[in-house]
């Protein structure tokens, strides 16, 4: 079991961020996670967060997954203090982490996402898994399956595929996983590349389109200055930004405010 301390950490809000698909509630304040093909169990109370894992599994895998080394309370120090809506996002927003995901997954996942809502995202990726996916055992006795690899979706059929509530999709995920099989493009190499290159080479994939590569971006290869763009996030550039985000104050702390921006805007719909 490991504990930490944070003002700037919300499991809550992470959940239901829309960066992550794979992390639900399962009791008050307690939360799981599927992710890198591990199981986890997560408990907060406050600002103290704990983990259902050993030290050194925390510290190989979560501490990064859940950028701890980043100081979120400095970049949201820096917001314009003029700037009414982007201050009253942040604040709103202040606990949410840009995770450190997979790259594989976040493709396929982000491929599923389109014209889609976050609980039919859930519902369709959860599918995949238990149809796909390895079934494992938690040290707990927990069930649970792991992300389908590239081989094995590149193998199923297309009506096995939309089987799975995929829709149009599937067939862009079929594709998608035959490229990455072939190594067009190396997931290792596109690991290394900047963010134009990394998004550049993201738009050849069939199915991808601006905002699915800037999602992938920012929630596989953390590269904060990618700023996701969809229905929610244009309705509040067109109402509070007609002259164009400040993403030259900003830099690379964009894509982190627009996190903010979406489940300020998200939430407010509820």
């Known amino acids: 079991m490991v504990t930490i301390q944070d003002k700037n950490f919300s499991l809550s809000k992470?959940?239901?961020?829309?960066?992550?698909?794979?992390?639900?509630?399962?009791?008050?304040?307690?939360?799981?996670?599927?992710?890198?093909?591990?199981?986890l169990e997560m408990a907060q109370a406050g600002d103290r967060i704990t983990f259902d894992c050993t030290q050194e599994e925390f510290d190989h895998v979560w501490r990064d997954y859940f950028d701890?080394?980043?100081?979120?309370?400095?970049?949201?120090?820096?917001?314009?203090?003029?700037?009414?809506?982007?201050?009253?996002a942040a604040e709103y927003g202040r606990g949410i982490r840009i995770l450190n995901?997979?790259?594989?997954?976040?493709?396929?996942?982000?491929?599923?996402?389109?014209?889609?809502h976050i609980a039919r995202i859930r519902r369709c990726i959860g599918t995949l898994c238990r149809r796909y996916g390895e079934r494992k055992l938690s040290l707990q006795g927990r069930e649970y399956y792991c992300f389908p690899t590239p081989e094995t979706l590149a193998g199923a059929s297309l009506e096995?595929?939309?089987?799975?509530?995929?829709?149009?999709?599937?067939?862009?995920?079929?594709?998608?996983?035959?490229?990455?099989?072939?190594?067009?493009?190396?997931?290792?190499?596109?690991?290394?590349?900047?963010?134009?290159?990394?998004?550049?080479?993201?738009?050849?994939l069939y199915g991808v389109g601006v905002k699915v590569a800037d999602c992938v971006c920012l929630?596989?290869?953390?590269q904060t200055e990618a700023f996701p763009r969809d229905t929610h996030i244009n309705k509040v550039m067109a109402?509070?930004?007609?002259?164009?985000?400040?993403?030259?104050?900003?830099?690379?702390?964009?894509?982190?405010?627009q996190q903010y921006i979406f489940y300020y805007d998200l939430e407010k719909n509820k």
């Open 239 to 257: 109402a509070q930004y007609p002259d164009g985000f400040p993403f030259d104050r900003y830099g690379r702390d964009s894509g982190i405010l």
């Open 101 to 116: 995901q997979d790259l594989w997954e976040m493709i396929i996942s982000f491929i599923i996402s389109q014209q889609n």
């Open 160 to 204: 096995d595929l939309n089987a799975c509530g995929l829709g149009y999709r599937g067939r862009y995920i079929l594709q998608t996983a035959d490229r990455i099989c072939h190594g067009d493009p190396d997931l290792s190499v596109l690991r290394r590349m900047d963010y134009d290159a990394a998004k550049r080479e993201l738009l050849k």
């Open 219 to 222: 929630f596989a290869l953390h």
């Open 14 to 39: 992470i959940c239901d961020s829309g960066q992550c698909f794979r992390m639900e509630m399962c009791s008050d304040d307690r939360y799981r996670l599927v992710a890198f093909d591990r199981y």
């Open 68 to 88: 701890l080394e980043t100081d979120y309370a400095a970049v949201i120090a820096r917001v314009d203090r003029e700037d009414a809506y982007l201050v009253s």
